[in-house]
């Protein structure tokens, strides 16, 4: 946790594409969840990204309004955060995107006298950019400092890689912790976010597009187009050719580019191999099939909780404490506010998971948000997933979202390996591995997969005694669990979980030690 004795204390500001966030050592801000749009922008805008008459995410507005506000002068910065004593740092990073319409003003105004950050390229992990009390780091060291520092290893190889950084799109640390820059042969990002854009998902649509992997099969014709758009320019304009690309079958699109996407990453990571351990971060993190196929190869594989750009914020405070404090500072997954609520009944944890065991849907609503996209326990919704119908149900219901899309399930960790094929536990809900059990078709992709979580007590009591409840039931030592939101961001409030709650078909509603009834 934060020392407050540390006599430089960092606080770091992420400049991303849309979604800004930050992080002081104890509280990760990450704006979506209270201006509730995704991505920071307006409902559905990104699934239609390709029709300029309706958004183009290259406008970045909010973005604009951000700097602005907060980044008048060097002074207003250390007040606008409370940073008002001499000697504290404000450490950032940043996405090329990001600050795309607001490069010129950024750095002819307020960062005049560090415009050496534009020229900045690291060597080694640790490098980095001081000046005045303005620390800098590149967007891939973020994502790799992040991982690292919380996989608690003395050494690693470490993988970032996503869409778009700074300077870079794809970078591999060895255990020496020297940069290898892999921008020109693995793009795998960017492909991802060109085929999530022109099968209509939008540029930030990849991880639907990869919830059609499990439909699809292997297609020749689209391997061998992925090889020619690679050997092609990879630049940020809109690549009008790929308008040509045939459409007929996107879920052989989906499989092909996930295939193609595991071939690639063994041809160019695998032999950079420099030790039995690896970390991943960066949005291509989320990518479940690619991290467990990375369990085959190392020994041990760590993938943190926030891996994309949300995350940003952690990795570079922790960056510039470990630098200049000689600190390590590993973050809590659980870092968010915590909220006060009082309700009218205390709820009982075996009344809600016999509920659950007869068909109910919960919002269960605990503590502090989780720091990333994936619901690890605190903003989830839980359902039974013996159900072969319930992914039908949720996603029509509740979450209002494309009806191929699978939920997750969170096992007891204990019992993870009767239903499943890996290697070992998956916390954090990363990695995709083969379901050997058929209780469980509620939470079983058409591939036969499923992107599970393991619970302990140590990492979430109170979703442990739930998910134990409900076993001492069924027999059965996992629930269903997907996020807590529809069509929106995962709630943050309990004003927000309550607004859900009454416009869907959840049944019942748990806000801390409180059951809420309809």
């Known amino acids: ?14 400049l991303n594409l849309h979604d800004h966030n930050t992080y002081d050592g104890r509280f990760h801000d990450q704006r979506e969840r209270h201006t509730r749009f995704k991505h920071n922008l307006p409902y559905r805008a990104e699934a239609y990204a390709h029709q300029s008459d309706i958004l183009n995410p290259g406008d970045y507005r909010l973005n604009d309004e951000f700097i602005k506000t907060y980044f008048n002068d060097p002074n207003d910065i250390m007040n606008q955060f409370s940073l008002v004593n001499k000697g504290h740092i404000l450490a950032f990073t940043y996405t090329y995107g990001g600050i795309r319409k607001s490069k010129d003003y950024l750095f002819d105004t307020i960062l005049k006298e560090h415009k050496e950050i534009l020229n900045y390229e690291p060597k080694k992990l640790f490098d980095y950019y001081f000046k005045n009390n303005i620390y800098y780091i590149d967007h891939h060291q973020s994502h790799a400092t992040y991982a690292f520092i919380n996989s608690g290893y003395s050494h690693s190889d470490i993988l970032a890689i996503d869409g778009i950084g700074s300077k870079y799109r794809t970078v591999f640390f060895d255990k020496e912790q020297n940069l290898i820059d892999l921008s020109d042969k693995l793009p795998i990002g960017w492909l991802w976010n060109h085929m999530s854009n022109l099968t209509g998902f939008g540029t930030l649509g990849a991880s639907k597009l990869m919830g059609k992997v499990g439909y699809g099969k292997h297609s020749e014709y689209y391997y061998q187009t992925f090889e020619t758009i690679l050997d092609g320019p990879i630049t940020e304009k809109k690549q009008k050719h790929f308008q040509h690309i045939n459409l007929d079958n996107i879920d052989d699109l989906a499989f092909t580019l996930q295939k193609f996407t595991i071939d690639k990453i063994k041809k160019y990571v695998y032999p950079l191999k420099s030790c039995d351990n690896l970390c991943i971060a960066g949005g291509v993190a989320y990518n479940g099939y690619m991290n467990e196929e990375f369990t085959k190869y190392y020994e041990n594989v760590f993938i943190p909780p926030a891996v994309g750009d949300e995350g940003q914020a952690i990795g570079t405070y922790q ?6 404090n ?16 009082e309700g009218n009944e205390k709820v009982d944890y075996k009344e809600v998971a016999q509920a659950i065991a007869d068909g109910k849907i919960v919002g269960w609503f605990q503590g502090k948000s989780e720091s990333g996209n994936r619901a690890l326990g605190n903003r989830s919704i839980l359902a039974d997933p013996r159900n072969p119908d319930i992914k039908d149900i949720i996603n029509q219901t509740i979450k209002m979202r494309e009806d191929f899309r699978p939920f997750a399930p969170a096992v007891l960790e204990e019992h993870y390996l009767e239903y499943f094929s890996t290697y070992y536990p998956s916390p954090y ?12 078709p509620g939470i079983t992709h058409i591939d036969g997969t499923a992107r599970i979580q393991t619970v302990n007590k140590e990492f979430n009591k109170k979703f442990y005694d739930i998910i134990n409840e409900f076993y001492k039931i069924t027999g059965i030592p996992m629930l269903l669990n997907t996020s807590f939101n529809c069509q929106e961001p995962i709630v943050e409030t309990p004003e927000q979980a309550i607004r859900t709650f009454k416009r869907t078909e959840l049944d019942l509603l748990i806000i801390n030690d409180w059951i809420i009834r309809k």
Do not use: D, L
Not at 1 to 14: I, L, Q, T
Not at 319 to 324: D, G, I, M, Y
């Open 429 to 440: 809900m990363s990695r995709i591995c083969k379901v050997k059990n058929n209780k469980v």
């Open 319 to 324: 960056h510039c404490n470990f630098t200049k």
């Open 326 to 341: 000689n600190q390590i500072h590993k973050s809590e997954t659980f870092a968010g506010k915590e909220y006060e609520y």
């Open 1 to 14: 946790m934060y020392n407050h004795k540390v006599f430089k204390r960092p606080f770091a500001v992420a």
